[in-house]
C-alpha cells in the first residue's frame, strides 16, 4: 500500500476500503539507466530507492492516505528529466522569487533549474564551516557528511513518489550549521520548474548541528502553463540537534499544470526548537505527507501552515506529530480558503509513545483553540477534515458544512469566518510587519488569492504588511 510505512517501533493504524477503481496498471518509463551514478552510502541508498520505485505500483483511491485524490488522469508515460543546461531554452526565474526575503541581504542563495544550478553563499558564513550548497555538489566534495544526512528522516519504501524521488533526484540542496554557529541573515533557495512534460525531482537536506541557529526558506514555483503537464516528486529531510534551532519556511507556487507530491520528515532532538511554516498556493493537485518527530526529551515544534486555492486545484495534506520522548511539545496551526471548485483535503495524527510523558499540556491546548487535531497517550488519533469551500477550525464545522458550496461566487468580505481563521495567524505573529512588499510580492503569483487578502487584511486590520509571497518571518 502507498500508505506511509512508519519507521517507529510501532505500526501506524490503516484502515482499508474497497473502492472501485477505473484506471488500469499503468507507470512511469524512467530506467535504472536514467538513476545519477553516485558513490558508496549515496550508490546504496538509490538502489534502494530503485528498488522501492519498482515494487510499487502508482497509489489510488482503494488506499486511505489517498482515497480522495484520484490521480488516474496522471500522464505518467509523457514525463521525462530534463537534459543538462534545458533551463538555457527554457523561462528564466522570475525576479521577484530571487531578492531578499527582509532587511537587505540573505546569507545565501541557491537556484534549482531543469538541468543547471546557481549557488551563492556569504564568504563570512563559508569560514564558520557553513556548508550550503547543491546536492550534486555535495556528493562530490562532502561525502561523509552526506551519510550523515541521506536517508536518515524519510524511508523510501514509504510509496511510489517518495521511492522516486530518493531514486532519481536530478539535484537539491544541502545545509549544513556546524556546532554553536548562529546565522544571523536568511538563507534561502528557489526550485524552478519552467517547462512542460518535465519531471522535476529534488531533495532537500538539512542538518543544524548541536547548540547552532538558522532561519532557511526554500521555494517551489514555476509559470502557469495552459493544457500542459509537469511533475514534481520531492523529498525533504531535516535533522534538528541537541539544543539547535531552526526556522524553515517552505512555499509553494507551481502553476496550475504541476501534479506536486513530496515526503518531508523533520526530527527534533533533545532541547532543540523548531518553527515550521508551511503554505501553498500553487499546482494543479498536490499530495504532501509531512511528519515532525520529536525525539530528545525537551524537543519543541510548532507547525504554521496556510494555503489558498481557485479553480479546479486540489491540495491534500497530511500531518502526523510523533512524541517519541518526554516534555516534549507540539503545536500545529493550519488554515486556509478556497474558492470556485477547488477542494482540499487535511488529515491529521498526534501519536504519543509510550514512556514519553508530559506532553499532554500542549495538545489540550490545541484542542482548546478548536484546532483539527486530537491527541493521545501510547496510542494514536486520527482527525480529518475535508472542505470544497472556506475551510477554517475543524471543530467549527457541522456535517453539513463539510460538503457546503464554496466561497464562489461571493464579493470578498462578504462572510464573516475569513476574521477568526487569518486572526490567528496573525496573532501567532505568523506574519510580520517587518515585510514592508508583502503583498505586493504575491500578488504577482496569484491574482484572485490576492483579492481574497485584501479582504481579509481590512477585516483584521493587519495592514499592508499580512502576506509577503507568504514568508512570515518575526
Known sequence: ????????????????????????????????????????????????????????????????SWRRTDIHNLPVDKFKFAQDGAFNDLPPVREDLLKPLFA????GQIVLMPGGVKVELDEKLAKKGIIFTDLKTAEEKHPELLARMIGKTVNVEEGKFSALAGAFAQNGVVLYVPKGVTVEEPLHSVLWGPGTDIAHVSHI??????????????????????????????????????????????????????????HERIRVERDGNLDWIFGAIGSRITKNFTELDLAGEGAQGRMSGFYFTDGNQHLDHDTQQNHLAPHTTSDLLFKGALKGKSRSVWQGMIYVAPGAQKTLQQIRRNLARGEPFGFAQSKRVRAFHHAPGFHGDAGKFT???????????????????????????????????????????????????????????????????FFRRAVFLQ
Open 205 to 262: 537536506l538539512v542538518l543544524v548541528d548541536e547548540g547552532a541557529s538558522v532561519t532557511y526558506v526554500h521555494e517551489s514555483a514555476s509559470p502557469d502553463l495552459k493544457g500542459a503537464n509537469s511533475m514534481h516528486a520531492g523529498i525533504v529531510e531535516i535533522q534538528v540537534m541537541l539544543g539547535a534551532s531552526l526556522r524553515f519556511v517552505e512555499l509553494q507556487s507551481w502553476g496550475r499544470h504541476v501534479w506536486n507530491f513530496s
Open 1 to 64: 500500500m502507498e500508505e506511509k510505512p512508519n519507521t517507529l517501533k510501532s505500526a501506524r493504524v490503516v484502515v482499508s476500503r474497497t473502492r472501485r477503481v477505473d484506471s488500469a496498471a499503468k507507470d512511469f518509463n524512467f530506467t535504472e539507466s536514467d538513476i545519477r551514478a553516485g558513490k558508496d552510502t549515496v550508490a546504496s541508498y538509490r538502489a534502494l530507492a530503485w528498488s522501492a520505485f519498482k515494487k510499487h505500483s502508482l497509489p489510488d483511491t482503494t488506499q486511505e
Open 104 to 107: 537587505d541581504q540573505h546569507g
Open 399 to 465: 456535517a453539513q458544512d463539510v460538503e457546503r458550496p464554496g466561497i464562489a461566487g461571493e464579493k470578498p468580505g462578504e462572510r464573516g469566518e475569513e476574521d477568526g481563521v487569518f486572526l490567528a495567524l496573525v496573532q501567532r505573529q505568523v506574519v510580520s510587519d517587518e515585510l514592508p512588499d508583502a503583498r505586493k510580492r504575491f500578488r504577482t503569483r496569484r491574482g484572485p488569492a490576492a483579492i481574497l487578502l485584501d479582504s481579509v487584511q481590512q477585516r483584521i486590520k493587519c495592514g499592508e504588511n
